[in-house]
């Protein structure tokens, strides 16, 4: 080997003096990163297709249909691996993303931003639909990568002036919540990441000027001061996860509400168009009538108010979700003959719909009305029925104080205040009502007076406590259906897991009383007092902290007011208290002198707990000078996660990649072309991603390989033509910009959600790095000698009887840790089958370290957050992303195994081959996950069945239940089985036969009483039959929580005639065939005869012709002779007949034929 140059010396110590630059500044930028990752922050807008690169505001999210912009660009790409014949189409709006940082530029710092390599990484969610009837159920992504875009106006700059980066805001059917996360691509400054609210506001229309008008009203500019100082706050509700548009009334004496598409970053004071009819007041018991909107609900497609005693509704145009017919073009009101005194809300939606319960008052006192909203259509019920609440809890008078839905459980939990007529004394009673069964239960009678705790921090209430003399005035229900944590509250908190036995919160003062309950139905609740109070509540614990007013909170608004924060000031008034994301945030009205705004902010609640834990400072001393020691009640010192699988098996969250095209461009930047050809992309990406869902399993288990399955091959030649700057349009597609993501890493964390399927289990560990003194010396027989750590980790399940936990402890001595491996898993007793998505039972689990609830926290460049407590939900059921797809490409290679042969139709359709009847079938499926990519051999028992069919695709028609039954049953007489098999296992009944991948054996029989029996033959191709054939393994496989159901069309050709038909065809045809060798016979026999005749008749017709001309011969020339002898001299002798005679028969001698006059 030849020595090293001296060049090669030189470089390879300077990068070894860079690797050691790179080490010695490493700690200082990790400095910068913890100390400036707050300083700057995304911010996306949405820009309308026609309005990209303008600098302007951000547009409404109004059109709601694919655009047809960018055909005219997908012609120009004549050289480019797409199909041209395909019909590309674009979105509506585009994403605008920019950054800033505190005190600096924002333009400065995009384009610094461009140079450094930044590309912001953009990913959008699609929420999905309430309605899983109509709407497929999937959790769906797609990751995008934005592309710089230089601004339209006028600049003075060579390059750039103004820039910012775009990606296209896609729109997918059955979605109208979106949400959008920014990150950045590891290049340039350090930005966080953050989330943004993009979602569809149906309640928006085009006006007559093209300017953007609210249907539900006219939009006030002019907020004024007396709408929101000193008027106390009030509770936003809405279907958690699915209200595209959020409302908030409370308003004083103005018929006003706040609304919101982007969770309050953009908001809309709108005066509403209705009617303030207070008619029934001549028959309810109201004392006053005001304007303002008392209660205000929205769902995902429709917004409930209240205004004194009137509901009125609302439903948006959302022609994603359901027909525009559906929409309201003003609010209605509905219940008008009843007097309504509360509108109560109901977070999750049930069977399809969402619901709203309204309570009445007067003369319908002791009832409720049930609302249910479906695809934009408001029914309401009267419940309960039959009978009043009172007839059914045996009481002479009750009213309802408060009212929710358990869905899943189809139950009514009431809170009713009941009296008997010779009593003035009045019982607050938990009641339940299921709407399946109309049985109504008590469950508990709340205690007349709070009980004495006598300074513990809970009592459970069991009769024998001792009581003080505060009276209890319960006011509200609050339930968690995760955990199925129910709460009692007003002038107390009562909680219970099973909704009998009651544990009292005694760190809540009786002197407060609770306005509203606030619930992530993550594991934290806040409370709001009518003080305005506000108070937090780790789930699974039983203390109470108070965040504001509080210690903390002084110490957090003084480092604010240092920091010159613009979000808070010395006078605000709370509008409302509301979570997003597990996160609790603020709307509150500030006063800064004449600027007076409403603002969204964040309650640090991690902050707020550390400040008050460490509000204790003692005094040690350390020798001769004392030093402030703060006591640390977390019983560990660090916390991680590891062993955690990938993801998506359990989340069932899809994710596509779509990256901008690459431009030829020195620059870099993208034109309006480039982006439009980004939209189409994106569009069919999201097209194929809908048209995957079809019966016939591709031989690729992917959306994306019939895109590129023709244009693989010729990738090399795009990549050179974009080489050389010769692609068309300037545009380069890479064809591995657009896939499917198969293979996300969990980032040491837990999921959002966890789905389980039957006998489903899921692993993680968890890391604890503990102190010294958690160690001890096993005490127990058998492990003497072994270290055991106290710190303990518990695992809380809300359904421990479907459900159950496995922990195993190991400690390492020598690391200083403990770490436990927590295993989940489904005890297959509480599902039965349901399809995928369907009815999916709502768990949770719980994980805790003993003691560190509310103590630990963890400082990350986020801030701190809490430790020591995990809750992740639980859908037991059958997972999203799974489905039972036709193999037809082992079903076609097993078939020529087994027959030995394979006969397709004549006129082949490759996307459905058509079988041969006389051969055996034996159909195969798959069992495919559209979220992992795994696709295998479906091997459980299933039940198969003919369900519908013709002898053309038009002519099919769907069989009744009476068909279904003769055509496919074993234990059919009437002649009218279609098929059969050599399985003897049939369903408990003996209906149907189970067949399984052993046992997959089908032979056509189509017996006389068949639909497909004695089908007339078009043409002289055999018959032919289309079947509809359904598949379903329900009940007849156990392997699984799911309903896989398939049903596709088989194509069968070669169809038998029956014996009828076959003789009748083989007499006309024999009777065809005979005749014609007759008349060919007779027609040999004939044909001399035939001649002559012709030859003769010819010849007559010849010598008629010629008789007729030989007669006006001889007449002329005899007159001519007359003419002359008369003229010159004597007349000749005039011929007689006899001459004539002799003549003519001289004249027919030589016409005569040839052949006669031979001797």
Not at 107 to 126: A, Q, W
Not at 160 to 171: F, L, N
Not at 448 to 473: K, Q
């Amino acid at each position: 080997m030849s020595p090293a140059s001296p060049v090669w010396l030189r470089v390879r110590v300077l990068r070894v003096l860079w690797a050691l630059l790179a080490v010695l500044l490493g700690p200082w930028r990790l400095w910068a990163v913890i100390y400036d990752f707050h300083e700057c922050t995304w911010h996306v807008v949405l820009n309308k297709f026609q309005r990209v690169g303008e600098n302007l505001e951000s547009d409404q999210f109004v059109h709601q249909e694919p655009v047809d912009t960018v055909r005219g660009v997908f012609n120009m790409l004549v050289d480019s691996p797409i199909d041209r014949r395909e019909r590309y189409l674009g979105f509506p709006y585009y994403l605008k993303i920019n950054y800033s940082c505190h005190g600096q530029h924002s333009e400065d710092l995009v384009r610094s931003g461009h140079l450094m390599g930044l590309k912001p990484l953009v990913l959008v969610t699609f929420q999905a639909p309430v309605n899983f009837y109509r709407w497929k159920i999937e959790q769906l992504q797609i990751q995008m990568e934005a592309a710089p875009f230089r601004s339209k106006e006028p600049c003075m700059a060579t390059e750039v002036c103004v820039m910012s980066w775009y990606t296209p805001m896609p729109i997918k059917n059955g979605s109208v919540v979106m949400r959008v996360d920014v990150s950045s691509n590891g290049l340039g400054p350090i930005i966080p990441s953050k989330r943004f609210h993009v979602n569809i506001n149906g309640f928006l229309k085009m006006g007559a000027d093209n300017r953007i008008q609210f249907t539900v009203g006219d939009e006030l500019f002019d907020i004024k001061p007396r709408y929101f100082v000193n008027v106390s706050s009030r509770p936003l509700w809405y279907n958690v996860d699915q209200s595209p548009v959020l409302i908030l009334g409370g308003i004083p004496n103005e018929k006003a509400l706040l609304m919101t598409s982007t969770n309050f970053r953009e908001f809309s004071l709108v005066e509403l168009s209705i009617d303030s009819c207070w008619v029934g007041s001549f028959y309810c018991p109201q004392a006053d009538f005001s304007a303002t909107i008392y209660d205000a609900i929205s769902t995902e497609s429709t917004l409930f108010i209240r205004q004194n005693q009137l509901i009125y509704y609302y439903t948006g145009t959302y022609t994603t979700l359901y027909d525009s017919s559906h929409s309201s073009d003003k609010w209605v009101r509905v219940l008008a003959s009843e007097c309504i005194k509360r509108l109560c809300p109901v977070y999750f939606s049930s069977n399809g719909s969402d619901h709203v319960i309204a309570l009445t008052t007067g003369k319908n006192e002791g009832y409720l009305h049930f609302g249910t909203i479906t695809d934009g259509l408001v029914s309401f019920e009267l419940l309960p029925r039959n009978q009043t609440t009172c007839k059914r809890m045996f009481v002479d008078r009750c009213s309802i104080t408060w009212a929710i839905f358990i869905p899943g459980q189809n139950i009514l939990m009431m809170l009713v205040e009941t009296q008997y007529d010779d009593s003035d004394q009045k019982y607050h009673q938990l009641a339940s009502y299921d709407l399946i069964t109309e049985e109504m239960t008590t469950l508990y009678t709340v205690p007349l007076f709070i009980p004495d705790a006598r300074g513990l921090e809970f009592l459970m209430i069991l009769g024998t406590e001792s009581y003080t003399n505060t009276p209890m005035v319960p006011k509200g229900l609050s339930f968690n259906l995760y955990n199925n944590l129910l709460f009692i509250w007003g002038n107390f908190l009562l909680q219970s897991y099973n909704a009998e036995n009651f544990i009292y919160l005694a760190d809540f003062p009786k002197e407060s009383s609770i306005k509203y309950m606030v619930n992530s139905f993550q594991g934290d609740v806040a409370i709001v007092t009518e003080t305005e109070e506000i108070w937090y509540l780790l789930e699974g614990t039983y203390h109470l902290y108070r965040i504001f007013p509080s210690h903390g909170w002084d110490i957090h608004v003084s480092l604010q007011v240092m920091k010159q924060s613009s979000l808070y000031a010395s006078k605000e008034t709370m509008v409302t208290l509301f979570y997003e994301e597990n996160k609790l945030y603020q709307l509150v009205y500030l006063t800064h002198g004449k600027q007076d705004h409403l603002v969204k902010r964040l309650v640090p609640m991690e902050k707020l707990l550390m400040y008050e834990q460490h509000k204790q400072i003692h005094t040690v001393r350390d020798g001769s000078h004392p030093t402030l020691s703060f006591s640390n009640l977390c019983p560990f010192e660090a916390m991680r996660l590891g062993n955690l699988p990938n993801p998506q098996a359990y989340t069932r969250q899809e994710r596509y990649l779509a990256r901008p095209p690459m431009v030829l461009n020195p620059s870099g930047f993208h034109s309006e072309n480039s982006l439009a050809v980004y939209q189409g992309l994106v569009y069919y990406l999201l097209r194929l991603h809908s048209k995957y869902h079809k019966p016939y399993a591709d031989p690729v288990h992917d959306p994306t390989w019939r895109w590129w399955k023709n244009k693989k091959q010729d990738e090399d030649y795009y990549f050179y033509l974009a080489s050389n700057w010769l692609s068309a349009g300037g545009v380069h597609i890479d064809m591995g910009s657009y896939e499917k993501i198969y293979d996300l890493k969990s980032h040491y964390r837990l999921p959002e959600r966890i789905f389980l399927d039957k006998g489903g289990e899921y692993h993680f560990s968890i890391f604890l790095t503990v102190r010294g003194y958690s160690f001890e010396m096993g005490t127990d027989v058998g492990s003497a000698f072994k270290v055991q750590s106290k710190v303990s980790v518990g695992v809380v399940l809300a359904d421990p009887s479907c459900t159950e936990s496995l922990i195993k402890q190991k400690v390492l001595v020598k690391r200083n840790s403990v770490v436990f491996l927590v295993t989940l898993r489904d005890k297959s007793l509480c599902y039965d089958q349901g399809i995928s998505g369907h009815h999916l039972m709502k768990t949770s689990m719980m994980v805790k370290v003993v003691g560190a609830s509310g103590f630990c926290f963890q400082d990350t460049h986020l801030g701190p957050r809490l430790q020591g407590n995990l809750m992740v939900p639980v859908f037991i059921g059958c997972p999203p992303g799974k489905r039972l797809a036709f193999d037809i490409t082992y079903t076609l290679k097993y078939m020529r195994q087994q027959n030995k042969h394979y006969f397709d139709c004549m006129h082949v359709d490759p996307e459905m081959p058509c079988f041969l009847y006389r051969d055996m079938f034996y159909p195969f499926f798959l069992i495919q996950d559209l979220v992992t990519g795994d696709s295998g051999k479906f091997k459980g028992s299933y039940v198969l069945k003919i369900v519908g069919g013709g002898p053309s695709l038009d002519s099919m028609v769907d069989y009744n239940e009476e068909e279904i039954y003769r055509y496919n049953s074993p234990l059919d007489k009437t002649g009218s089985r279609i098929w059969t098999t050599k399985t003897s296992e049939t369903t408990h009944d003996m209906a149907f036969y189970i067949m399984s991948y052993e046992r997959s054996g089908i032979e056509w029989l189509c017996l006389e009483n068949s639909p497909c029996y004695d089908m007339t033959p078009q043409g002289i191709i055999a018959p032919e039959f289309f079947f509809k054939v359904l598949v379903s393994n329900r009940g007849v496989d156990n392997s699984t929580y799911c309903n896989y159901q398939l049903i596709f069309l088989l194509h069968i050709h070669g169809l038998p005639l029956s014996a009828k038909r076959a003789l009748f065809i083989v007499i006309v045809s024999a009777s065809v065939l005979v005749g014609m060798v007759i008349l060919y016979i007779l027609f040999c026999l004939l044909w001399p005869y035939a001649v002559n005749a012709c030859n003769h008749l010819r010849w007559r017709i010849n010598n008629i012709i010629a008789s007729e001309s030989y007669y006006t011969y001889a007449t002329s020339s005899r007159a001519f002779s007359v003419s002359s002898q008369s003229s010159f001299g004597p007349l000749s002798q005039v011929p007689s007949v006899d001459d004539f005679k002799v003549q003519d028969q001289k004249h027919k001698a030589d016409l005569e034929p040839a052949e006669k006059k031979k001797p």
